[in-house]
Structure formats: structure tokens, C-alpha cells
């Protein structure tokens, strides 16, 4: 049996014994990519600013922040974590002690530069990092993973073994040529087929409208199989850029503003909608495929 063989049995294993302990396939987290082809666009705020909103609706949400270069998603929770992924994946601390809780509530898993070095993890620490990640299935409804920008192997992995996956896209034409590169390759290289748009720094919903438009002509065009959802859009505005100022999140520094009203509707859809899934919806499932990815 080979490492990845193993690895999967382990995997499978785990499933069976946590099916005989009655746990039921129904109450497994969802877990969401929240992603873009070029940065900047605003995914941190967005993951931040949802897992709020959800909270307030009742929803367990834990964040792993997976983006391997500025991570900051503590930073907009004004969180100062002490350890991060790597001391889960050396066994020095469980996935309990490295999570940082908000004032909400929300789990943060910081990823530090951990995320980084999955491609070269041993079995033992696979394991290690996997037997962890099952702990989350019990705390939380919701799990976002708030991936970089861009097509490295790290992001599309991640984006590959979640079971949603947003797309976010401002109007530039970058980053609108981007998100369909990001999606093409997810969808050639990786089989995702479902994808949700969220168009961020708009004046209107025509302009997102617009935005959504043109991806989805492009994907119709070139990629038939893929199936782009537009989930909604948040407009530009200043209280938003206020509340990064202060290490703060919109949502609770103007609750009011448009931004924060337009991020509220926007998490209400999603958490009132059922997932439109990619995968079978286990975290397990999820780990699996980020080690298979990283054979
Ligand atoms: N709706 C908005 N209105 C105005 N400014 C915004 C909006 N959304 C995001 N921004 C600005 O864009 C900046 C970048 O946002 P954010 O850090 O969330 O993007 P990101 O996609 O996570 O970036 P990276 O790719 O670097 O991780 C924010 O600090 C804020 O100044
Ligand atoms: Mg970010």
C-alpha cells in the first residue's frame, strides 16, 4: 500500500467508526471556498464580514485562513494568534488550541505559512492534521476557507476539496479575465463544476450585472460544463474601507452602511439555501482530497 492508499484507507476507516457512532452525514459543516483570480478584490472582508452575519443567525462558523501569503483575516477580527496550522501539523498543540474565537463567537484557524508546506508533509503529520480537522465537524455549521489569489497549486487545491466555492470579481477587466482563468483551471484540472459569483466594488447592481454577464458569456463560450451561479453584489463604499482602518469589520463597525446591508442579504441567501455541492460535504472528504492534491 503506498502513502496516499493508506492515507485513504485511514480516511475511510475514520468514516466508518463515525458512522457507528450515529453520527449523521446531515449535521457535517458546510465548507465554503471563498476565492478570486486576482487579489485584493475583497475575500478577506467578505469571509469575515459573512461568518458575522451568519453568526448572528445562529450559525457555528470557523474560518481557516489558508492564504499563504498576508494572511490577515485576524487582523480584521483585531485577533493576535499566538500559534497557527504548523504546531497542529508537528502535534505541539490541538486544532483547539490554535484557534483564536472572535467577540462573535467565530473560530479562526490562522494558517501562518503552514498551508505552504502541505505538499511535503509525512503520513504521520498528515494524520496528525487530519484527526484534528474531524474535531471541527462537531463545532461548526459553516467552515470558510479563505484561499489567496492567483492559480497556484495551494489555492487550487483548496479551492478543489471544499464543497462551494464563491468567486469573487470586482469590474476591472482584470480581474474578471482572472476569475474565469481561475475557474477554467478548477473546472479542467479539478472537476469543480458549481460556482457562485459575488461582484464586489460596484455602484450598481447593473455593473455587477454586467460583470456576471461577461463571465458567464465567456464560460458558455468555452467552458459548457460549468455552471455559474450570481449570488449577489456589494457596492463600494468608503465605511468599509473605515473599519479596515481599525482592525475592524464593517458589519459591526456600521451596521448600517451599504456594504454591511448588501454582506447581510448576501448571508442570509446562503445560509438559507442548501449547498449546491462540488463534494459530498465531509471535512474528512476535504482533507482527503487536499493530501491527494498534494501527492
Ligand atoms: N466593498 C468595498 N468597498 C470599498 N473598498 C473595499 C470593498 N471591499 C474591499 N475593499 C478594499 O479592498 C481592500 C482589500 O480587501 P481584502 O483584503 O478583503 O481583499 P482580498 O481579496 O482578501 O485580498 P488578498 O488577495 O490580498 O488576500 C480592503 O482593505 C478595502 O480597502
Ligand atoms: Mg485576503
Redesign the pocket.
Known sequence: MNQAQGLHKAVKDRALSRKKANMSSNNLPRVIAVT?GK????????VGNMAVALSRMGKRVVIIDA?V??A?IDIIFNLRPEYNIRHIINAQKTLNQVMVTSEHGIKILPGGSGFADLTQLGEGEKLNLLSEFETLSDQADIIFV?T??GISSNVLYFNSACDECIV?ATREPTSITDAYAMIKVLSSDYGTRYFKLIV??VDSEAQAKNVYASLSAALDKYLNNVVLEYTGY?????K??AA?QKRGLVMDSFPDSV?AKAIEDISLNLGNTPARSNADGSLTFFMNKVFQAAD
Open positions: 478570486s487579489g485584493g478584490v475583497g475575500k478577506t472582508n467578505l492564504d501569503g498576508l490577515n479563505d489567496g489569489a469573487i464586489n466594488m456589494i457596492p463600494f463604499d468608503r468599509l474601507q479596515v456594504a
